[in-house]
């Protein structure tokens, strides 16, 4: 089965998330492996992935098996938390 990809970016940076079924999820940051897991379902408000960026952003992915969510430093950016704190 193919691997599911997101890709944002967020100042300046490429924030990105990859889950496949068999392989986990893996999350870069400009190109960099960040972090790796075979967890593929997020709890409510425990990340799956998370990482760093320019010392002290942090970037958090919440994966789950239909949905990637991404978080920075706090911010809702891509997911479902992201169109409900926009509303």
Not at 9 to 17: D, T
Not at 27 to 41: P, S
Not at 54 to 69: H, I, K, L, Y
């Amino acid at each position: 089965m193919p691997a599911n990809e997101l890709t944002v970016g967020y100042a300046n940076h490429e924030i990105r998330v990859v889950r496949t079924p068999t392989d986990g999820a893996r999350l870069y940051i400009d190109g960099k492996l960040v972090d790796v897991t075979k967890d593929l379902y997020a709890s409510e408000d425990e990340p799956t992935l998370v990482g760093m960026f320019g010392g002290n952003t942090q970037v958090e992915a919440f994966v789950r098996p239909t949905q990637v969510s991404v978080r920075v430093d706090g911010k809702w950016l891509v997911g479902e938390q992201a169109y409900a704190a926009a509303d």
